[in-house]
């Protein structure tokens, strides 16, 4: 669903194999509520659902934004893929609106380049919401493993990108 002018609560999730990030937005740039939800590895489904369903009670948003994924070729179980697709359904049970972006559209909508780096993008959510500047992940090297935080500032992009693409502010 898309429209002119969003209104109410957008609440922008990006889930991971280890929890999720998430952003509750009251306006372009007006991120209300942030966080990252991780639980213990073996009650990974359950345990996001239960959150997932607890922000959505608590702050009835009237759009969740996702970013478009596919599943992980190379685990038989992605959980964050199912995870994903719960919360598709879930949302759509609750007849609130799903908005999904690639990241392509991220990119394109946040630093007006389609084939920005997931670093770029980063970045550019730290200087548009500086609240968050203090839980900016560390620059990766091939051989580490991914900052936890970086799900919430993939969270913030997404939110952001909905109201650009959707408001068509630049």
């Known amino acids: 669903m898309s429209s002119s002018q969003p209104s109410g609560l957008v609440l922008a999730v990006h ?3 280890r929890g999720f990030g998430w952003v509750l937005f009251e306006g372009p740039i007006a991120a209300h509520l942030w966080g990252i939800a991780g639980p213990k590895e073996s009650e990974y489904g359950p345990w996001c659902m239960r959150r997932f369903e607890k922000l959505l009670t608590q702050y009835s948003p009237t759009a969740i934004v ?3 994924r596919k599943p992980n070729d190379k ?3 992605d959980r964050a ?3 994903y697709q ?3 359904g879930f949302a759509a049970n609750r007849d609130i609106a799903v908005h999904i972006y690639s ?7 946040l630093v007006s380049d389609k084939n920005a780096t997931r670093r770029t993008i980063v970045e550019a959510v730290a200087d548009l919401l500086p609240m968050l500047r203090d839980r900016l992940p560390l620059k990766r090297k091939r051989w580490d493993t991914e900052d936890g935080r970086r799900c919430l ?3 913030a992009a997404l939110g952001i990108a909905h109201y650009r693409i959707t408001r068509g502010d630049s």
């Open 103 to 109: 990241r392509a559209e991220v990119g394109a909508a």
């Open 81 to 83: 893929w199912i995870f």
């Open 66 to 68: 996702l970013e478009h």
């Open 75 to 77: 685990a038989e179980n």
């Open 153 to 155: 500032f993939d969270a």
């Open 86 to 88: 719960n919360m598709r």
């Open 15 to 17: 889930p991971t194999s």
